[in-house]
């Protein structure tokens, strides 16, 4: 697989899971979350777990969002990006 087949990945469940801004409703807001993918992207391929992933998604609703009301929100999206990510492109 190549980096646009892992930026797509990520960047739809982002969208579609985590979504702390509320926007997914809307397509066209497919690119809201972009900023983010390339630092998740990193972490998936360095290995990490969904619980640092959903660490870092929270610090990210907090710090830069704002907002620390989609904690479960994080949880899942992370759990979500390490599951998706280690059927398509196997463990790092």
Not at 25 to 52: F, H, K, W
Request: charge should be negative; hydrophobic fraction near 40%; glycine fraction near 2%.
């Amino acid at each position: 697989m190549n980096d646009h087949d892992r930026f797509v990945l990520v960047r739809e469940i982002l969208f579609r899971d985590w979504d702390p801004v509320d926007v997914n409703e809307n397509r066209r807001l497919i690119d809201e979350y972009d900023n983010y993918v390339p630092a998740v992207t990193r972490l998936l391929e360095a290995g990490c777990s969904s619980e640092q992933l959903a660490d870092y998604l929270s610090n990210i609703e907090k710090n830069c969002l704002e907002s620390d009301f989609y904690r479960d929100r994080a949880h899942q999206a992370a759990h979500n990006l390490v599951e998706a990510w280690t059927r398509k492109f196997g463990a790092a």
